[in-house]
């Protein structure tokens, strides 16, 4: 007699342990494929940062190396640290936010505290609610030969294209500028980088390449955007090779005025080294900085931070890096 044979198929039992590897596997490939796309993430943020960074510093090495100088009692390079945000108006910054970069002890630290004993390191340094507004006369290599130009770099948090206005839709960003002043201009006002007529009371950003733009950079000046520090150490040369250190002389000293060099005071010497430094965010940092600044609760401050001050430095510091750069000046006479 030839028995009925059920059909063949899966116990639950299987399709427990079949969907239970499934799931596991799809786990294991969610992760590696995670881990991918931030490694390229940090990957392309790194790349981009360093192209930047590259940049801005090759510029201002090559901007400081053709630095010149004459003992005229003229300021030929300066540097100030601005704390006081209603100040920068002038300078094109957009200062109205729910939370901006803070301008209380927590920003300066021109001189940051040493580490184990050791010196100072500049990497650790925080330059103000600003940066380092620096200024300078150098030469530009034109069809007629060098000439004298007025140059500076500082840091505008403003819209990345068009007027300097809340209400203007494009996205609020640090932004590092190089403004420099036509040497037409700059014969016509001469080489005190002080002068009146290199400043600005506009809010929205001067013409391009005029005297105000010294003060106030024009958007076409933009030189590398997520720059959220920019910050100099200036140096002189003793009668040995050392150098020493001329500015910041300590934490509160702000401004520098290079007037004469040999024996005058080192708060009006022109400097024969600058250490240069700039703070960059990566992408993803930039867009959570600006989220925060932002407020309306789009991100919450984490209870590990205890101020809004705090927190803003923890998100740039997670999400930054710093490259340094040292340049000889040669600081030639005209």
């Not at 079949?18 to 490694?39: D, Q």
């Not at 100088?69 to 300021?75: A, E, I, L, M, P």
């Not at 927190?311 to 510091?317: G, K, Q």
Request: aromatic share 8%.
């Amino acid at each position: 007699m030839n028995a009925n044979r059920a059909p063949g198929g899966f116990t639950l039992l299987e399709l427990l342990v079949a969907v239970t590897i499934t799931l596991v596997l799809a786990g294991l490939m969610l992760s590696v494929v995670t881990n991918t796309l931030n490694l390229w993430h940090r990957t392309q943020d790194n790349s981009s940062t360093s192209a930047q960074a590259k940049l801005a510093l090759d510029m201002i090495e090559r901007d400081l190396q053709t630095a010149v100088f004459r003992k005229d009692d003229g300021t030929w390079l300066a540097v100030d640290v601005h704390n006081t945000p209603v100040t920068l108006t002038s300078h094109g910054w957009l200062t109205t936010a729910a939370l901006l970069k803070p301008a209380t002890t927590e920003s300066q630290r021109l001189l940051p505290d040493p580490v184990g004993g050791s010196s100072p390191r500049f990497s650790d340094g925080r330059f103000g609610f600003s940066g380092a507004w620096l200024r300078f006369i150098t030469t530009t290599v034109a069809a007629d030969g060098s000439l004298p130009t007025a140059v500076s770099y500082q840091i505008a948090r403003r819209p990345l294209s068009g007027s300097i206005t809340t209400t203007n839709p494009a996205e609020v960003r640090y932004t590092l500028f190089r403004s420099a002043v036509s040497a037409e201009y700059t014969l016509a006002n001469g080489n005190e980088v002080t002068n009146p007529a290199y400043g600005s009371v506009a809010t929205n950003p001067s013409a391009s390449r005029s005297p105000a733009t010294l003060t106030n950079p024009n958007n076409s000046d933009a030189l590398a955007t997520n720059v959220v520090d920019f910050g100099v150490w200036l140096y002189v040369r003793d009668s040995g090779g050392g150098l020493r250190q001329i500015f910041p002389a300590d934490n509160s000293d702000t401004s520098h005025a290079a007037r004469d060099t040999g024996t005058a005071p080192d708060s009006s010497r022109f400097p024969d080294v600058a250490d240069v430094m700039v703070r960059i965010l990566s992408e993803q940092g930039a867009t959570l900085l600006s989220d925060i600044e932002k407020g309306g609760g789009r991100v919450a401050r984490p209870a590990e931070c205890g101020t809004d001050a705090d927190w803003w430095w923890t998100v740039v510091e997670t999400h930054s890096r710093v490259y340094l750069r040292r340049v000889e000046i040669k600081g030639a006479s005209l």
